[in-house]
């Protein structure tokens, strides 16, 4: 047995337990059932929509990273890489709901959506409101299907800063979905992937290291050229849009290679189109490989207004 695995059932509760030594003040532990925990603001939701996020644990700052002022209210996670369960959800939202309703957001993965679909049941049953928002941002998955049928990404950073920012200027439940909803299907994150033995980069490879579907050997402007192009045929960035970058490394890929990553993507981005801003952190953790995932929201100027200035996580700004 690995010496990490002991007690995995309590990983993300003892997890949370170690974030508020670290930050007194800054969260607080919500306990909810064996294997999910929940951990909340410090600052109470008072009379608006509350945000929560749902993943399986261990993917770096995602997703109780993303808990904070102008981002999400709340985070419930599973055991590592496992979806909470779907009463950790359902009492971590009758919990926080003023009375105003519950955004649920989620990567689009089968087990995210069955436990908060069903959580969703059981809010609606006791009379609570909630809406859930799966994000599907990841075009290397399900291509030649509808965009709902892909799976989620780095972008659910993006969706949940556009959540914090609305819900805190008071857009009602259905104003916020509606909005988010429009952010998600004008949102694209492309996995590039270096094989430092071969040379070679890998465009699309999926979540659970699912193969890309191209290998080229080029080196890393090419990379940033090829990145560029295969996100904007997937978007078709239209007139009265900017659009926003965003860098995510990979595990094994350097802070300092983030931003030469992000130069690059930059200058081929503005060739042709209006850049609304650049984000580079790391956002998301999740393959243990070299590279990045880039992502690109076409954002209109309804959308702009929440993605305007610097918003704070837990390690990295957005």
């Known amino acids: 047995m690995h010496w990490f695995s002991e007690g995995r059932e309590y990983y993300a509760r003892k997890w949370f337990t170690g974030m508020l030594k670290a930050h007194p003040g800054r969260w607080r532990l919500f306990d909810s059932q064996i294997s999910s925990a929940a951990l909340f603001s410090a600052q109470d939701v008072i009379d608006r929509v509350a945000v929560i996020i749902c993943c399986g644990g261990s993917d770096g700052p995602f997703a109780p990273g993303f808990v904070g002022e102008n981002l999400a209210d709340a985070a419930v996670v599973g055991a590592p890489f496992t979806a909470p369960n779907a009463y950790a959800i359902y009492e971590a939202a009758k919990a926080i709901d003023s009375g105003q309703g519950v955004l649920l957001i989620y990567n689009n993965f089968m087990g995210d959506y069955l436990n908060n679909d069903m959580a969703e ?5 006791e009379g609570h409101r909630a809406i859930q928002i799966p994000v599907h941002d990841d075009m290397g998955m399900a291509r030649g299907e509808s965009r709902e049928n892909r799976g989620g990404r780095s972008g659910s950073a993006l969706i949940t800063r556009i959540a914090g920012a609305a819900s805190r200027a008071g857009l009602s439940l259905d104003e916020l979905a509606a909005l988010l909803q429009k952010a998600n299907d004008r949102m694209s994150t492309l996995c590039v992937s270096v094989d430092t033995e071969t040379n070679t980069v890998t465009f699309g490879k999926g979540f659970s290291d699912e193969p890309g579907f191209e290998t080229l050997n080029i080196g890393m402007s090419e990379t940033a050229e090829e990145t560029i192009r295969l996100l904007t045929e997937d ?68 959308l702009q207004k929440y993605l305007q200035g610097d918003i704070h996580g837990d390690g990295f700004m957005i």
């Not at 049941?121 to 049953?125: K, P, Y």
């Open 235 to 302: 978007l078709s960035p239209k007139p009265d849009e900017q659009v926003l970058l965003m860098v995510n490394p990979l595990r094994l890929a350097g802070y300092d290679e983030a931003y030469v990553m992000g130069n690059y993507l930059y200058d081929s981005l503005s060739a042709k189109y209006n850049i609304l801003r650049m984000n580079v952190g790391a956002y998301i953790h999740i393959l243990d490989g070299y590279g990045f995932t880039i992502t690109l929201l076409c954002a209109d100027s309804e």
């Open 121 to 125: 049941e059981l809010l609606r049953l």
